[in-house]
């Protein structure tokens, strides 16, 4: 499809080569094309569930900044090429503190305007534009003709429980403190997102359900994506095909990461054949409309089943999760998780001959970390409206902090031992394994979200025989 009014034209002629699809609208449709057109509410009967809670987030904002007027950009369409843009995806302290999510409007503001206990809250943002104006039927951007409904400002008003007004009322003022360029604000709703209410649990919940439900359907789809020339592809594909019909899509690009390639973490050109007899790691989350993101890796045995080297290695990362999984407890420090799980993977790749000291002198904080060589990332992160939740928030708060109950974060062990990697015997080179859960803390311990998704060999042996029948 091409778009805006440059649509309307014929055939290309020399006169108009180099503007070629610009064309402007003859008489008649400009006289007929703003009316017969129905009615349309403007509003909407009741606010949205998470409005609330969104309310929360803001006076928790308004009390930490008295006196500042603050800005909070959603930001605006990124564009893909030429006149085709990425979909667009609202900032996440956006999206948090508006409750606004896969529907909010490109180019909106959120401002904290100070008053005398407090702030008054107004949400700018581009109302849709009357049927008369040329922006509704020649605005291929943002034009309803075009991308279908947009909001009006009652309608949002109702829907978030925010006032609003046109984006076009919104003006900055000097010395307005604007996310995105100041340090404090960046951070604190980047901590403000630390502990997760309870309708971030429900949808986190829920994006792991779907998620689990996309795992099911790789899983049916493995013998297509071993027949197919880039099959890592195909199981990809499947997996989004779940994300967009139940949720919003991916909270970030699939890693279907087959044989040797399991190793590169952040395999996601996929382009791979998928080869009965390997392993096929795929780290896949499902965002709901909500935003919020689920974070799941599974390692698969393309055929059914794990050779015993492959098992071997997958129970050492089993061994390494459940051992984080154990350390996660209220009241510890978050490293504590992480320290857990590499205490194993440093045993057992020092049990296996693989490193030039012991595990001991591998776990030493300054001359060790050869064990690192295998798992090079981090065991876990907070995960929420972000894969990698709370990014701003400050070292002591996030990997020295003290789990609380309402954090969510990862515990995802892995071994990789790259093909070409020396240091390892020939029968483990290419052999890449993750296993990655979702955790919950809550006051009487973790709980696993992920936990329906099978996670021992054998269970995952079983599942696949059963999905696959
Ligand atoms: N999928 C990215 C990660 O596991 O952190
Ligand atoms: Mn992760
Ligand atoms: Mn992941």
């Known amino acids: 499809m091409s778009t805006g009014q440059r649509d309307t034209i014929a055939e290309p002629t020399a006169e108009n080569s180099t503007t070629n699809r610009k064309q402007p609208f003859p008489r008649g449709f400009l006289d007929t094309i703003s009316t017969g057109w129905a009615d349309r509410p403007d509003t909407v009967p009741t606010a949205r569930e998470q409005a609330p809670y969104a309310a929360a987030r803001r006076a928790a904002v308004s009390a930490a900044f008295p006196g500042k007027r603050l800005v909070i950009p959603a930001g605006s369409l990124k564009q893909r090429s030429n006149d085709t843009d990425?979909?667009?995806?609202?900032?996440?302290?956006?999206?948090?503190?508006?409750?606004?999510?896969?529907?909010?409007?490109?180019?909106?503001?959120?401002?904290?305007?100070p008053t005398g206990d407090g702030h008054d809250v107004t949400l700018y943002f581009r109302e849709r534009a009357d049927?008369?104006?040329?922006?509704?039927?020649?605005?291929?951007?943002?034009?309803?003709?075009?991308?279908?409904?947009?909001?009006?400002?009652?309608?949002?008003?109702?829907?978030?429980?925010?006032?609003?007004?046109?984006?076009?009322?919104?003006?900055a003022v000097d010395g307005e403190v604007v996310l995105g360029s100041d340090d404090e604000l960046d951070r604190f709703v980047s901590e403000l997102r630390l502990v997760k209410d309870e309708f971030e649990i429900a949808e986190m919940r829920r994006a792991v359900d779907i998620t689990a439900r996309g795992f099911e359907d790789i899983i049916r789809a493995l013998p297509e994506a071993a027949a197919h020339a880039r099959g890592e592809r195909v199981v990809e594909g499947v997996f989004h095909r779940r994300a967009r019909e139940e949720g919003n899509g991916e909270g970030y690009d699939t890693i279907a990461a087959s044989g040797p390639h399991a190793c590169y973490l952040h395999w996601t050109r996929n382009d791979g054949t998928v080869v009965p007899g390997d392993l096929i790691l795929v780290d896949a989350g499902v965002e709901a409309d909500s935003l919020y993101t689920a974070d799941i890796t599974r390692t698969l045995p393309v055929s059914g089943r794990f050779t015993d080297v492959q098992r071997r290695v997958y129970d050492a990362v089993l061994e390494a999760a459940d051992a984080a999984f154990a350390a996660a407890r209220v009241g510890v420090r978050f490293r504590t998780?992480?320290?857990?799980?590499?205490?194993?993977?440093?045993?057992?790749?020092?049990?296996?001959?693989?490193?030039?000291?012991?595990?001991?002198?591998?776990?030493?904080?300054?001359?060790?970390?050869?064990?690192?060589?295998?798992?090079?990332?981090?065991?876990?992160?907070?995960?929420?409206?972000?894969?990698h939740d709370c990014a701003q928030a400050r070292r002591e708060m996030y990997y020295d902090g003290i789990l609380e109950p309402g954090m969510v974060f990862t515990i995802e062990p892995g071994l990789y031992f790259q093909i070409d990697d020396l240091t390892v015997p020939a029968e483990l080179r290419g052999i890449g394994v993750r296993i990655e859960d979702d955790i919950l803390m809550t006051e009487s311990g973790a709980v696993n979200l992920s936990a329906a998704i099978p996670r021992t060999a054998d269970e995952v042996e079983e599942w696949i025989a059963r999905v696959q029948g």
């Open 337 to 387: 998780v992480h320290e857990a799980a590499m205490q194993v993977i440093a045993a057992r790749v020092a049990e296996w001959g693989l490193l030039p000291v012991t595990a001991e002198e591998a776990l030493d904080a300054d001359a060790g970390g050869q064990h690192r060589r295998y798992m090079v990332h981090g065991t876990s992160h907070h995960l929420g409206i972000d894969v």
């Open 86 to 113: 990425y979909v667009f995806r609202a900032h996440s302290a956006f999206a948090h503190l508006t409750g606004w999510a896969s529907d909010a409007e490109p180019d909106s503001v959120l401002v904290f305007e």
């Open 131 to 171: 049927r008369t104006t040329p922006e509704f039927y020649a605005d291929a951007t943002v034009g309803e003709f075009w991308i279908g409904p947009r909001p009006s400002l009652a309608g949002v008003a109702t829907d978030l429980a925010i006032p609003t007004a046109h984006l076009d009322e919104f003006a």
